[in-house]
């Protein structure tokens, strides 16, 4: 299955992309696919996928767009 990544701010920097497209073999949860990223998630962050926001135990699916962006606040 493919599945989109898309990563905001500091997130990018890290994991040296802004957004691409992943093949995945076999059934994956979000947190297996964002294991293998190479991100700092101590910094808080949420993820959505297809606009929605999810745990990490939910499992992918064939063209769901996962995106991570860190929670930022002040004024």
């Known amino acids: ?3 989109t990544i898309k990563l905001i701010g500091p997130f990018i920097y890290k994991a040296g992309f802004s957004e691409k497209t992943i093949q995945i073999d076999g059934e994956a949860t979000i ?6 990223l190479n991100l700092d998630l101590s910094r808080p962050h949420i993820i959505t996928r297809n606009g929605r926001a999810v ?3 939910e ?3 064939d063209g769901d767009r996962l995106v991570i962006a860190p929670i930022y606040s002040g004024g």
Request: aromatic share 0%.
């Open 1 to 3: 299955m493919k599945i």
């Open 59 to 61: 499992k992918v699916e």
């Open 31 to 36: 947190a297996t696919v964002i294991s293998s």
């Open 55 to 57: 745990t990490p135990a």
